[in-house]
């Protein structure tokens, strides 16, 4: 009498479907979040990066004494356009007072600060901690 054959079990099945189904599982994953993200609109980050990257640039001119208001004159000319897209960005704000105020006046500290552009290193850090302030008082009510 022959031995039966031995039987196998089905664990390499079970392996590759739970493979398959992982795989299946990250794609679609993948594919839920790139639809919310295409949802979404990148212009309120993106103009707050920005801003944020020109005021930073002014704080590390004054700190490394290039204070030229060759150097300056770009980066606060920059910021004061910016500015003036701030109620596009933020479209749910635009009827709110306290927004408008501190939209308003960070656009009046910069055009304070263009009309007699920082000669020096000291006049230069001062601008930029005011334009900090500014950003600050509106981040701190809104963010």
């Not at 103009?47 to 060759?70: D, F, I, T, Y």
Request: glycine share 6%; with cysteine.
């Amino acid at each position: 009498m022959a031995s039966p054959p031995p039987r196998t079990g089905n664990a390499g099945r079970y392996l590759f479907l739970f493979l398959v189904g992982l795989v299946t599982g990250a794609v679609c994953a993948v594919m839920a979040l790139r639809a919310l993200q295409a949802r979404s609109d990148p212009f309120p980050d993106a103009l707050m990066q920005v801003m944020a990257r020109q005021s930073a640039e002014l704080g590390k001119s004054a700190k490394a004494n290039r204070c030229a208001v060759s150097d300056s004159l770009p980066r606060l000319q920059s910021l004061r356009s910016m500015a003036n897209d701030i109620e596009m960005a933020f479209p749910g704000l635009k009827d709110d007072s306290r927004f408008a105020a501190a939209a308003s006046g960070l656009r009046a500290t910069l055009d304070e600060t263009l009309s007699a552009p920082p000669a020096d290193c000291a006049q230069l850090a001062a601008a930029s901690e005011r334009i900090g302030e500014d950003c600050k008082a509106c981040h701190r009510d809104f963010r």
